[in-house]
């Protein structure tokens, strides 16, 4: 038994070591990765079911390293915001998405889109970020009325105040506030009534279980009902599956994003599926 145990002490820390070696590892070569070119932005657009149109597009962070390859966003961006890179690697997104926008504009006539971009509690709370986005979108010259701010729900439980500061002088900018993940953990009845938000993404995990759980769907029907009256758009995330869709569109839910209807993909790829669409 005592061997046991000690075997199990020595997996255990040897797991805990690779652990850290790796996200030491991720935080080293994720400093060059702007310099080296190993950041992309993929896009996934969203779904306006009743004007059956694409009415946005989200911008998602790719990278691929030499050494590690494709990392995926939800093992590295935790790492850039602990290590403060998350800064820097968010000013590229942007002006990369003001880029990618202007390109838009330019090859489809009509472009009505809304560029959404994420934004990490830890980036938000940096010092003149409203001033920091509002110069980078300046210096483009592109109209933040085109553009939506996705924010987690998850961090504004201690800097209430300060982030409300925050989302209202981005709204008087001009720019559209969502909150991304709802009903994920950290829900508070709080941010939706209390922050001048315009949109709420109900949380994949919430979606995932509206086809086979007659609770997951009580709650999901009343969340959108409770988001109208709020005066809300709501979308719903990580729709997989035609039952889903059709439960959405019987609780008027207003827009859907899912692999169902498109996967996220590079912009090239995205200017055709917007073409066809
Ligand atoms: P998120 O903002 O909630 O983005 C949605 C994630 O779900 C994306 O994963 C997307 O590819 C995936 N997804 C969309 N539809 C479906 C579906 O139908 N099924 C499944 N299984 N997945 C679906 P991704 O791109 O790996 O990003 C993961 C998370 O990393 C994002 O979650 C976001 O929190 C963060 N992230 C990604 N890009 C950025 C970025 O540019 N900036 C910041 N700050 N965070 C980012
Ligand atoms: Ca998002
Ligand atoms: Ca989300
Ligand atoms: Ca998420």
């Given at each position: 038994?005592?061997?046991?145990?000690?075997?199990?002490?020595?997996?255990?820390?040897?797991?805990?070591?690779?652990?850290?070696?790796?996200?030491?590892?991720i935080?080293?070569?994720?400093?060059?990765?702007?310099?080296?070119?190993?950041?992309?932005?993929y896009?996934?657009?969203?779904?306006?079911?009743?004007?059956?149109?694409?009415?946005?597009?989200?911008?998602l962070l790719r990278w691929k390293?030499?050494?590690l390859g494709q990392v995926s966003p939800a093992e590295f961006i935790p790492i850039?915001?602990?290590?403060?890179?998350?800064?820097?690697?968010?000013?590229?997104?942007?002006?990369?998405?003001?880029?990618?926008?202007?390109?838009?504009?330019?090859?489809?006539?009509?472009?009505?889109?809304?560029?959404?971009?994420?934004?990490?509690?830890?980036?938000?709370?940096?010092?003149?970020?409203?001033?920091?986005?509002?110069?980078?979108?300046?210096?483009?010259?592109?109209?933040?009325?085109?553009?939506?701010?996705?924010?987690?729900?998850?961090?504004?439980?201690?800097?209430?105040?300060?982030?409300?500061?925050?989302?209202?002088?981005?709204?008087?900018?001009?720019?559209?506030?969502?909150?991304?993940?709802?009903?994920?953990?950290?829900?508070?009845?709080?941010?939706?009534?209390?922050?001048?938000?315009?949109?709420?993404?109900?949380?994949?995990?919430?979606?995932?279980?509206?086809?086979?759980?007659?609770?997951?769907?009580?709650?999901?029907?009343?969340?959108?009902?409770?988001?109208?009256?709020?005066?809300?758009?709501?979308?719903?995330?990580?729709?997989?599956?035609?039952?889903?869709?059709?439960?959405?569109?019987?609780?008027?839910?207003?827009?859907?994003?899912?692999?169902?209807?498109?996967?996220p993909?590079?912009?090239?790829?995205?200017?055709?599926?917007?073409?066809?669409?």
């Open positions: 038994v005592k061997e046991r145990g000690r075997n199990q002490y020595r997996w255990y820390s040897q797991a805990i070591e690779a652990n850290r070696t790796r996200r030491a590892l935080e080293h070569l994720l400093r060059n990765a702007i310099d080296k070119e190993e950041l992309q932005l896009f996934q657009p969203k779904w306006d079911l009743s004007a059956e149109r694409i009415s946005g597009m989200e911008t390293n030499d050494r850039a915001e602990s290590s403060g890179l998350i800064n820097e690697i968010g000013e590229w997104i942007m002006h990369a998405a003001c880029r990618q926008f202007k390109a838009w504009r330019e090859q489809l006539d009509e472009l009505s889109v809304v560029i959404a971009i994420n934004i990490s509690g830890a980036q938000l709370l940096q010092p003149n970020f409203a001033e920091r986005i509002g110069c980078i979108f300046a210096e483009e010259r592109v109209d933040p009325s085109r553009f939506e701010l996705e924010v987690t729900e998850s961090f504004a439980i201690e800097n209430f105040d300060e982030v409300n500061a925050i989302f209202v002088e981005l709204r008087n900018m001009g720019f559209t506030i969502s909150i991304d993940d709802f009903g994920a953990g950290y829900s508070s009845l709080k941010y939706v009534s209390r922050l001048p938000i315009q949109c709420m993404k109900i949380d994949k995990t919430l979606i995932d279980h509206i086809s086979d759980d007659e609770r997951s769907r009580v709650i999901v029907s009343s969340l959108i009902d409770m988001a109208h009256r709020l005066k809300l758009v709501v979308v719903a995330e990580g729709v997989e599956l035609p039952e889903q869709l059709e439960l959405l569109k019987s609780y008027h839910c207003d827009q859907i994003q899912g692999f169902l209807f498109c996967k993909m590079p912009a090239d790829q995205i200017s055709g599926f917007m073409q066809a669409n």
